[in-house]
């Protein structure tokens, strides 16, 4: 055997430090799952991030994850048996839908009511009876330079986006601010857990997974109930900075 990658190195800390917090949480650490964040990364650090057991990964652009998707799909070193699954976490255009749809099987960035109605359309004719899951983004800090829904219109929209028969809406996903101690995260994390709640009791369909946490606080994320965490420069170390 080779020696384990450094990415494989990274996994393995990254887990203990998901199954500390939710320990420190009552929680399990099962429920938590890792989407390795792979925007400026090569294909072939992410089919190593793959090898490495990483088989939920997130891209936040559509253009990146077509121009890298033939080099990474077309190999076969994937665990047995299972293909690796790709999230969108990053703003979608409503001129990249129907490329998002080919190339994702999550669409965590849904922020308007029309974009999942476009969705439903393009998921209904390329998926045929497989809805297309989905989170429901939410700008719970009211920050102005944040993609998502304000409560208080996602409260309004839910109704008619849970409605939509070719979208599964799993959950609740936010992007939290840049902050510099992990810890003032946590206002953002409760505040969509108790969002989620809330709306979850008026609107027993929509999904429970939680997607919040990135490699700065990602700790305090699982502390808070996410069942998803989006971790980019832990995996793969500090992004080249794009002007
Ligand atoms: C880049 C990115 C991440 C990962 O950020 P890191 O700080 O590298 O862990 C998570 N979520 C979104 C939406 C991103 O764009």
């Known amino acids: 055997m080779s020696e384990p990658s450094d990415i494989a190195a990274a996994r393995a800390a990254i887990l203990k430090r998901i199954a500390s917090a939710a320990a420190r949480s009552g929680r399990d650490a099962s429920a938590v799952e890792v989407v390795a964040v792979t925007k400026t990364v090569s294909p072939e650090r992410i089919r190593e991030a793959i090898a490495a057991g990483f088989m939920t990964l997130g891209e936040n652009r559509v253009q990146e994850r077509q121009a890298k998707v033939g080099e990474i799909d077309a190999v076969s070193t994937y665990p047995a048996g299972e293909q690796p699954r790709w999230h969108l976490i990053g703003p979608l255009q409503s001129n990249k839908a129907r490329r998002a749809v080919e190339l994702f099987d999550l669409i965590e960035t849904i922020d308007s009511l029309a974009l999942a109605q476009r969705l439903d359309r393009i998921a209904a004719e390329l998926r045929r009876g497989q809805p297309l899951p989905v989170l429901l983004q939410v700008n719970v800090d009211a920050d102005a330079a944040k993609a998502g829904f304000a409560p208080a219109d996602l409260d309004r929209a839910l109704t008619e986006i849970l409605a939509l028969p070719a979208l599964s809406v799993e959950g609740l996903m936010t992007v939290g601010r840049v902050v510099p101690e992990p810890?003032?995260?946590?206002?953002?994390?409760?505040?969509?857990?108790?969002?989620?709640?809330?709306?979850?009791?008026?609107?027993?369909?929509?999904?429970?997974?939680?997607s919040?946490?990135?490699t700065d606080d990602f700790e305090v994320a699982v502390e808070e109930g996410a069942t998803l965490v989006r971790i980019g420069r832990a995996i793969f170390g500090a992004r080249p900075t794009v002007g």
Do not use: I, K
């Open 183 to 210: 810890d003032l995260a946590r206002p953002t994390f409760v505040a969509l857990r108790d969002l989620s709640e809330r709306l979850r009791s008026r609107h027993p369909t929509l999904g429970e997974a939680l």
């Open 212 to 214: 919040m946490g990135m």
